[in-house]
């Protein structure tokens, strides 16, 4: 037996080995999945984010169990996972720093796409009062810690003012930050860029594209009416050359395969070759899985496969790894350590909400709406689904999530081709290590 990737450190530490019980039948812990391989079989624990390759004719069962990959018939696997993440949550203490911040500098567009979560909202700009604010809350927040940005709208470079006006405060006091940006890629320029690089620290941006030239620019409706598709590719070979990653989102259903199809294999693939500051991936609407029946779910799902194959085989997908640290969050929204800024200078806890749920504001941060944060951070309860989901570790399900309104089979599927993935990826570079140090 070799061990490929030992259990995430803080987890053992926690839970701790597990005792052998003699005269008790033993099961796989319903978080393993195996992998047949060349010379052996891959075992991976997901919940302990450990992986190990068992050879013929081993004797392997002691080490199984103590490292949690058997447990008794009678395991409640279910409870460890809540009570582990419990836990963990608890160690974290109170005084918690705010370290990462989905800032909205506008939620006004110069695009009107039809799917805009944000559509029939207030449209807003933040004022340059709100975001000295926002810089001094920060401040004060932080605890000194490196600050992570996400500039988000609406479209942000709508309004960069605020955007400068945070960064050139927190420079002044040498702040250590860096920032990201969801945008549609249209309004950035030479001056732009140049501030990007200088001022915002912007190591990546994202940037959506709904399909090809025809289908793209009928859904953005950009409000000079001009060919985006065009200007948005420019720009993206522009944000590459002065090193910022652009992480190209294809957003996906059944409507859209084809058309997406076709961008990769005659636009993004022979354009953007050899770029290895770009990464593509697929991403199914909100919506689209509430409003399909199972036929089409599975035919939409098998599109988004031939898909995402396509940007793996074209050295367009980021490696996906065994994570080295246990999830203790969905996302910002249940993670102490984030807030978003409304241009209004409303806190809130989720980018979905920004006419709802607010928990604070910039003015008077001692004053927490307790119910709202209860409410964002509320779990849903676990589904039929879930009790033989192998998935289940790294599935955290909030209530009013958006993206967490369904679950069903071809999503389930959909994630342990994820999990061997990473498996896979971690086993053949486990194996160029060995012969590497063989030769």
């Known amino acids: 037996m070799k061990v490929i990737q030992q259990p995430i450190k803080q987890i053992i530490e926690t839970i701790g080995y597990q005792e052998i ?22 075992i991976y624990n997901i919940l302990l984010g450990s992986l190990v390759l068992l050879e013929p004719g081993e004797d392997h069962n002691e080490f199984m169990i103590k490292t949690w990959y058997y447990v008794i018939e009678e395991f409640d696997d279910i409870r460890l996972v809540k009570e582990l993440r419990k836990k963990l949550k608890s160690l974290e203490g109170r005084n918690i720093p705010l370290t990462t911040y989905t800032i909205f500098s506008t939620t006004d567009c110069n695009a009107n ?37 996400r500039w988000f709208g609406g479209e942000p470079l709508y309004n960069q003012a605020p955007i400068d006006c945070i960064c050139s405060i927190l420079k002044e006091h040498k702040v250590d930050f860096i920032s990201r940006m969801a945008t549609n890629g249209f309004l950035f320029d030479n001056n732009s860029l140049n501030k990007a690089k200088q001022l915002w620290n912007l190591t ?50 059944n409507t859209t395969i084809d058309s997406q199809l076709k961008l990769l294999k005659d636009e993004l693939f022979p354009r953007f070759a050899g770029n290895r500051y770009i990464t593509i991936y697929t991403h199914l609407l909100n919506d689209t899985l509430i409003t399909i029946d199972s036929s089409k779910r599975e035919k939409l799902f098998c599109g988004k496969r031939e898909l995402d194959k396509l940007i793996v085989d074209n050295g367009f997908s980021r490696h996906k790894f065994i994570p080295k640290t246990f999830k203790l969050y969905r996302c910002i929204a249940d993670n102490k350590h984030s807030i978003t800024i409304l241009p209004s200078g409303k806190i809130g806890l989720c980018e979905h909400f920004t006419e709802s749920y607010y928990i604070s504001n910039l003015d008077n941060f001692e004053i927490i709406d ?30 009013n999530c958006p993206d967490m309104r369904i679950c069903c089979e071809e999503l389930k599927n959909q994630n342990v081709d994820h999990l061997k993935t990473e498996a896979l990826n971690e086993y053949k570079l486990w194996l160029e290590k060995t012969v590497q140090s063989r030769s």
């Open 21 to 42: 019980i003699k005269g008790k039948r033993y099961r796989p812990l319903r978080y393993t999945l195996s992998i047949q391989v060349d010379n052996g079989i891959l």
């Open 113 to 149: 796409c039809p799917y805009c979560f944000e559509l029939g909202r207030t449209k807003m700009h933040m004022s340059l009062d709100i975001a000295k604010k926002s810089a001094l809350f920060i401040l004060d927040h932080a605890q000194g810690h490196k600050v992570n940005f």
């Open 370 to 399: 307790k119910k709202a944060v209860k409410n964002l951070r509320r779990y849903k309860k676990d589904l039929k689904i879930c009790l033989d989901c192998v998935f289940y570790p790294r599935c955290i399900r909030l209530v």
């Open 204 to 253: 990546q941006v994202q940037i959506t594209l709904d399909g090809t030239r025809e289908l793209y620019n009928k859904t953005k409706q950009y409000n000079n009416n001009v060919d985006g598709f065009e200007r948005v590719l420019e720009n993206i070979v522009l944000l590459t050359e002065n090193n910022i990653e652009v992480v190209i989102r294809l957003n996906v259903d």
